[in-house]
């Protein structure tokens, strides 16, 4: 699971250097992936000209650090 979400870290950072900008606050969710197993995923709010996108990300430590970096809001649900 840590390399997927690395992956999708990876496209989200390419996406904002092509101009695409973050709409806020970031959803974080549960996910469960089996009976006693729960982490988080994050829902990430994309905006460009060419339209909107949303991407999930499984909580690692990149995305920890990509939210404590940019200072940005998160709300749990």
């Known amino acids: 699971?840590?390399?997927y979400a690395?992956?999708?870290m990876q496209w989200l950072r390419t996406q904002?250097?092509?101009g695409w900008r973050l709409e806020g606050?970031?959803?974080e969710r549960a996910v469960y992936l089996g009976p006693?197993?729960?982490v988080s995923?994050?829902?990430?709010?994309l905006r460009?000209?060419?339209g909107c996108?949303?991407?999930?990300?499984?909580?690692?430590?990149?995305?920890r650090n990509f939210l404590d970096e940019r200072h940005l809001d998160c709300i749990a649900i």
């Open 25 to 27: 606050p970031v959803i």
């Open 6 to 8: 690395t992956g999708r």
């Open 48 to 50: 460009h000209e060419r």
């Open 53 to 63: 996108q949303v991407l999930a990300i499984n909580d690692c430590p990149e995305v």
């Open 41 to 45: 995923a994050f829902e990430f709010m």
């Open 1 to 3: 699971m840590i390399d």
């Open 16 to 18: 904002l250097e092509e």
């Open 36 to 38: 006693h197993d729960r």
